[in-house]
């Protein structure tokens, strides 16, 4: 019943192109079989737990499936975790932030994409225009594009939801992202305009000072690179195998 009302009520009512796929996918998640025997679809939403879902992503693992599937699972439970909250299905979240499913998940993203100490001597490094675009890049996994033409109407704080449409991603179509604990506290710095008010919502995310939009970073990108690591940067920032790259030339 849960699993059904989330695929009517969250994917397709928000216009998903790739509805049919969050179906594929919470199909298979209630076909895995617990460890008490029972298919963890059989289980009321109320009964699953947090070691039920982390089993299920050890499985996806187990049976070589790429980092890319089990991180595509792993955005889709927490998107049910939040939701059932929300419509009462739960009172406490099917994960938590501190879950081994998404810390696994930020770990292994964060070993791929950079080496130990990078991440700090490159925010460090960075104005803070493009801290901002670096910590959403590293909890997204989004483009430059993607993040630069983000607005304000796209972004829910109270689902905790980032909505990037379809005209500006690589794939068309629309992606629905989960905002993490650490993208809310930067979001929340970046919401309102020098007036103290809350940019209206055609406003860019990461535009400059009074919302208009920034089509570039790429020279703040190489300066920032060049004070953290003292060489020369080479732009590979792009979305994949659902990760963020950073290329540079010794």
């Known amino acids: 019943m849960f699993a059904l009302r989330f695929i009517e009520r969250y994917s397709k009512d928000r216009g998903k192109a790739s509805w049919q796929d969050d179906a594929?996918?919470?199909n298979r998640l209630g076909s895995f079989q617990t460890i008490d025997g029972r298919l963890l679809g059989e289980n009321a939403v109320q009964q699953v737990t947090e070691d039920d879902l982390e089993a299920f992503i050890k499985h996806l693992t187990t049976l070589g499936r790429a980092s890319s599937t089990r991180n595509h699972y792993v955005q889709l439970i927490r998107a049910m975790s939040r939701w059932a909250v929300k419509k009462g299905f739960?009172?406490?979240?099917l994960v938590g932030d501190d879950s081994d499913v998404i810390r696994r998940r930020k770990e292994a993203q964060r070993h791929r994409r950079l080496d130990p100490g990078e991440e700090d001597r490159l925010l460090r490094?960075?104005?803070?225009?493009?801290q901002a675009l670096i910590v959403a890049a590293l909890e997204t996994c989004c483009r430059?594009?993607?993040l630069l033409t983000l607005q304000w109407g796209d972004v829910s704080l109270t689902r905790g939801e980032i909505l990037v449409r379809a005209e500006n991603t690589k794939d068309r179509e629309n992606r629905i992202i989960p905002i993490s604990d650490r993208l809310r506290k930067v979001l929340e710095m970046r919401r309102n305009s020098p007036a103290g008010v809350p940019f209206p919502a055609s406003a860019y995310v990461f535009g400059d000072e009074i919302g208009r939009r920034v089509h570039k970073v790429r020279r703040a990108w190489q300066t920032a690179v060049l004070r953290a690591h003292r060489h020369r940067p080479v732009w590979i920032w792009k979305k994949k195998s659902g990760r963020t790259v950073r290329g540079s030339r010794g």
């Open 24 to 26: 594929y996918m919470v």
């Open 90 to 93: 739960r009172q406490t979240p």
């Open 125 to 130: 490094a960075a104005e803070r225009h493009l």
């Open 144 to 146: 430059e594009g993607e």
